[in-house]
Structure formats: structure tokens, C-alpha cells
């Protein structure tokens, strides 16, 4: 069983910036590929960025490009997510989440394939 702890969020003014954290433990893979996914209120969870399990591959979801910034360090087993250019429109509840199978890329941030999550960190965007 994999352990996802997420850490980082919390209230910011637009245009700032926050530095989400997903602390992985447990599990009988050295690596699982990791995802970035959030659910704003009354809209369903999305993906908004994933990673594959050496860091070589990364999807971002379009709203998203060029604003975060996802990455991973497997010595420390944790995986971030580095926003900028905050936006109200990313209010909502992060959660990171692990995926042990291999999957085609156009799926690498399918929800489905996700097996594990962790409780979700809060994010809120406003003046």
C-alpha cells in the first residue's frame, strides 16, 4: 500500500505563487508515476499535471502550460508541483495520486489508472 501525503497549500493573491509537495512511502515499486489532480467546487476532479516514474515524461493539462512546473526527486521520494501566475480559476483541492501500471502516453493523467491517492491540500487563489 503507497502512502501520498500532500503538503504546500493554502490562500494566495492572483499572480503569486504556491509550492505543492507529494510525499510518497510504502509500496513495493522503487518509483510509481505520479499525478497532479484537482477538484474545484462543483466541477468534477481533473487532471492538471502527471509524471511519469524517472521523470522523463510530463503531461500538463492546457489551462496550465507555462504556469506549472512538475517535478520529482525520487531520492527523496517526493514529487512537487511548482504554480505561478496564480489565477482564481485554480482555486480548488489538490490531490496527488500513484500509479503502478504502465499505461499509453495520451493516458498518463487518466484518473482511473490512478491507484492510490493521498487526502487532498487546499488551494485558494484571491485578493
Known amino acids: 500500500q503507497v502512502q501520498l501525503v500532500e503538503s504546500g497549500g493554502g490562500l494566495v493573491q492572483p499572480g503569486g505563487s504556491l509550492r505543492l509537495s507529494c510525499a510518497a512511502s510504502?509500496?513495493?515499486?522503487?518509483?510509481?508515476?505520479i499525478g497532479w489532480f484537482r477538484q474545484a467546487p462543483g466541477k468534477e476532479r481533473e487532471g492538471v499535471s502527471c509524471i511519469s516514474a524517472t521523470g522523463g515524461t510530463t503531461y500538463y493539462t492546457d489551462s496550465v502550460k507555462g504556469r506549472f512546473t512538475i517535478s520529482r526527486d525520487n531520492a527523496k521520494n517526493t514529487v512537487y508541483l511548482q504554480m505561478n501566475s496564480l489565477i482564481p480559476e485554480d482555486t480548488a483541492v489538490f490531490y496527488c495520486?500513484?500509479?503502478?501500471?504502465?499505461?499509453?502516453?495520451?493516458?498518463?493523467?487518466?484518473?482511473?489508472?490512478?491507484?492510490?491517492w493521498g487526502q487532498g491540500t487546499q488551494v485558494t487563489v484571491s485578493s
Open positions: 510504502g509500496g513495493t515499486k522503487d518509483y510509481y508515476a
Open positions: 495520486a500513484a500509479r503502478s501500471r504502465l499505461v499509453a502516453v495520451q493516458n498518463m493523467c487518466t484518473q482511473r489508472f490512478y491507484e492510490y
